[in-house]
């Protein structure tokens, strides 16, 4: 079994963000589960364009570093997404990726992977404006999230040790989740509706987005 831990910082090793998904990570690997981390700034994202290829053909047109992160996520049983607040939300290179899984989301790919969201913010309680958003985001991708942790960097080294112990524990309870495949019943009720949801969409669009229609006709509209 295996944890993606995803940073969105554009500070590489000086990042704090950093610190709290490598600790998620770490309380995953202390219960035997492989780890990986990906510096989102590193990589190569072009902007999502709208032009509808990926819901036809199930493969965007562009060639960039997307699809060799997006393989490593659907290869993963479990994901840390970690983002500083800029400006209220996410730091562009994580918007950038998530505008990207379009079709990700139309077809609900994330569904049976548990997520994990961390974020900081030089403002006090504004990391809960990340965190929140990346929580809805996942749940809508069709993960399970297990929960999240944020830290305001104004408030001082202290509270960033406490914030990585949280971090740690969580990544322990992440690693529980999937083994245990537990379900969090009130996100389930959000999957389904979001089924149903994006089944009736697709089928509005059959003869466009002809990928996507033949995907949920395999999956027998369930």
């Not at 997006?70 to 996410?90: H, I």
């Not at 809960?128 to 990346?134: A, C």
């Not at 089924?195 to 369930?222: G, I, S």
Request: charged share 25%.
């Amino acid at each position: 079994m295996k944890i993606l831990g995803i940073n969105a910082s554009p500070k590489g090793s000086k990042s704090e963000t950093l610190k709290l998904v490598k600790a998620v990570l770490n309380g995953a690997q202390s219960k035997g589960f492989k780890v990986e981390l990906v510096d989102l700034c590193k990589l190569h994202i072009e902007y999502c364009s709208a032009c509808g290829v990926c819901y036809k053909k199930g493969k965007c047109v562009k060639k960039d570093d997307f699809q060799f992160l997006f393989k490593k996520m659907m290869a993963a049983d479990g994901l840390v997404m970690g983002s500083p607040n800029y400006f209220r939300s996410v730091a562009a290179q994580m918007k950038t990726m998530i505008d990207r899984m379009a079709d990700a989301v139309h077809c609900q790919l994330l569904t049976g992977k548990y997520s994990v969201n961390v974020a900081t913010s030089g403002g006090p309680s504004q990391y809960l404006q990340v965190t929140d958003y990346l929580n809805e985001i996942m749940v809508n991708f069709g993960s399970f999230v297990t929960g999240s942790i944020g830290v305001s960097m104004r408030s001082g080294p202290r509270a960033l040790e406490s914030a990585q112990k949280k971090a740690f524990r969580l990544g322990c309870t992440l690693a529980r989740d999937i083994r245990a495949g537990k379900v969090y019943k009130k996100q389930r009720r959000r999957h389904e509706e979001n089924r149903k949801y994006f089944q009736t969409l697709v089928t509005m669009f059959k003869d466009e987005w002809l990928h996507e229609y033949k995907y949920w006709d395999k999956k027998n509209w369930r």
